[in-house]
């Protein structure tokens, strides 16, 4: 029974050094440590060892345990550490003081995102369309639920025309157009660049990048939601990335969540990207309010759909780990030619 020890502890050891995903190491540890792992066979054979043998055998197999579980926590920590290097490096691709090396043009960091995304939505059946940036009142604001006077109003402060119309402050201001031009069932998305009045700083600007998107059917629920955001979300990141819903406040959506995201730069232990959540929150949404659905010709009895605003700028400097808003519309090619080689 000795030598069978031994055995095992070096099969153990071999497949354990193997082991370069948590998952992995999770599997070694239900085939030996698990309910009818090895190790644990090994102690139920205890039982017919006859009694003066069982004392010292048994000390060795529990040593064994030990040595096993100890590796295997030991293992998960070293693959936990590899992951959040490898993390970083690949957020690092963007370097704003590298010298220039050649002028010539190259696409916004803010298109290549966008066309990423489209990509993603035109292969699950969404049609990818274009609204003004010049809309109306109604389609900015009333159409969404959002009657004059509301308070909802006060974030969205933006540059008004003579004419009464305005600069978008964001994309749901094509919602109730989408909705009549397509009628039910239907899933659109609608990439945009929207404009508010804002104290401008590394996070904030007055022109920024949202894609909105919606779906519309019969029988959508929260699920649906869940599952095309993280879907999206583990193509545009390369990964499978967690996400989780807070309740969130828009008059357009009932219920309306905030998306976040686990960290993609610590994974979710906490570090000051996150200020020490483990969550980025990257995505507004909900399920469409029955009011905007009637307004927009559907009937709400019939039909459910959800909705979301993701902030497309937010989530370049996410992917290209571009620190400071200002420099996507800085027109700085030093800043802009980078992204020509991601
Ligand atoms: N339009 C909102 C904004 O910019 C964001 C938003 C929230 C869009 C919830 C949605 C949604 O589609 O469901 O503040």
């Known amino acids: 029974m000795k030598e069978k020890i031994e055995a095992l502890k070096l099969k153990f050891e071999e ?9 992995l190491a999770e599997q070694i540890r239900v085939a030996y440590l698990g309910k009818k ?35 295997i926590a030991e293992r998960l920590e070293a693959i936990k550490k590899a992951e959040t290097e490898r993390l970083i490096t690949s957020a690092k691709k ?6 220039l ?3 010539s043009g190259s696409y916004s960091p803010i298109t290549l995102v966008q066309r990423e995304v489209e990509e993603i939505f035109a292969s699950m059946g969404f049609a990818i369309e274009d609204f003004s940036e010049i809309v109306n009142d109604y389609e900015c604001f009333e159409s969404l639920n959002i009657p004059k006077n509301h308070p909802a109003r006060d974030m969205h402060d933006t540059y008004y025309l003579d004419n009464g119309q305005l600069l978008k402050t964001h994309t749901s201001a094509a919602q109730n157009y989408i909705m009549r031009k397509y009628g039910p069932p239907l ?59 807070r309740p969130g406040f828009f008059p357009f959506v009932e219920p309306g969540f905030e998306l976040d995201i686990n960290c993609l730069i610590c994974g979710g232990e906490g570090c000051p990207s ?7 929150e990257l995505c507004p949404c909900g399920m469409i309010h029955p009011r905007v659905l009637e307004m927009g010709g559907i009937d709400p009895e019939e039909y459910t759909g959800f909705a979301f605003g993701l902030g497309l700028t937010r989530l370049a400097m996410m992917k290209y780990g571009v620190k400071d808003i200002r420099d996507f ?10 992204f020509k080689h991601i």
């Open 101 to 103: 090396t050649e002028l």
């Open 274 to 280: 996150c200020k020490n959540s483990g969550w980025l």
């Open 37 to 71: 792992g090895s190790i644990t066979e090994l102690l139920k054979l205890l039982q017919n060892v006859p009694n003066e043998e069982k004392k010292e055998l048994g000390q060795h197999i529990n040593q064994l345990k030990k040595y096993a579980e100890e590796s």
């Open 329 to 338: 519309n800085s027109g700085s090619l030093k800043v802009l030619s980078q």
């Open 94 to 99: 963007y370097d704003v003081t590298l010298p």
């Open 187 to 245: 899933r659109a998305i609608f990439p945009g660049r929207c404009f508010r009045n804002e104290s401008i700083d590394a996070s904030h600007e007055n022109t920024f990048f949202q894609l909105e998107g919606i779906m519309i059917d019969k029988n959508i629920s929260i699920s649906n939601l869940i599952y095309f955001m993280k879907a999206m979300l583990s193509e545009v990141f390369e990964r499978d990335v967690n996400v989780r819903l």
């Open 15 to 23: 497949e354990l050094s193997g082991a370069r995903e948590s998952q």
